[in-house]
């Protein structure tokens, strides 16, 4: 696992109540926000779903609270909006930011626990400001990269 902060790699270990993961990088221990981090392996994956039952918070599955809300958004042009496919790519990205902060605010006020967005692997602009606006919100507990980079899943706390 990679912290996105520091660009440092290490093992997940744990999280904890407050939100922070514990990580293992060389022989030390770090506590670092569990928001931080991105590209966890199945093993670790399957350690931070533990980690949360522990704590008491259900599992990070994709599951609809409102029968209105889909918990997954493609952002990809020609599923979210067919009708900006060839047009300049700044008028497209400023869509798709749109769409996307519009879709995390409305699962945030629908108390979902977890939701993806699919963003593509393209050139990665996408991702980046994706990743960018998501540190915008205290209420992500954590973002973990799914689908080979082309997706971010993201746990809520509340």
Excluded: C, W
């Amino acid at each position: 696992m990679r912290n996105k902060k520091t660009g440092k790699t290490g093992k997940f270990e744990g999280l904890f109540a407050n939100g922070k993961a514990k990580i293992k990088i060389g022989s030390k221990h770090y506590l670092v926000p569990a928001v931080n981090l991105e590209g966890l392996n199945k093993k670790e994956i399957e350690l931070l779903e533990e980690s949360l039952r522990k704590l008491s918070v259900k599992e990070p599955k994709i599951k609809k609270i409102s029968k209105d809300f889909d918990p997954v958004l493609d952002l990809h042009v020609n599923k979210l909006a067919p009708h900006l496919d060839g047009k300049q790519p700044e008028m497209i990205l400023l869509h798709q930011l749109d769409k996307a902060r519009n879709f995390i605010e409305t699962a945030i006020d629908k108390h979902q626990l977890t939701v993806k967005l699919i963003h593509g692997k393209g050139t990665g602009a996408l991702k980046m400001e994706i990743e960018h606006m998501l540190a915008d919100y205290d209420e992500i507990l954590f973002q973990n990269t799914i689908h080979n980079g082309g997706a971010i899943e993201i746990l809520f706390k509340y």
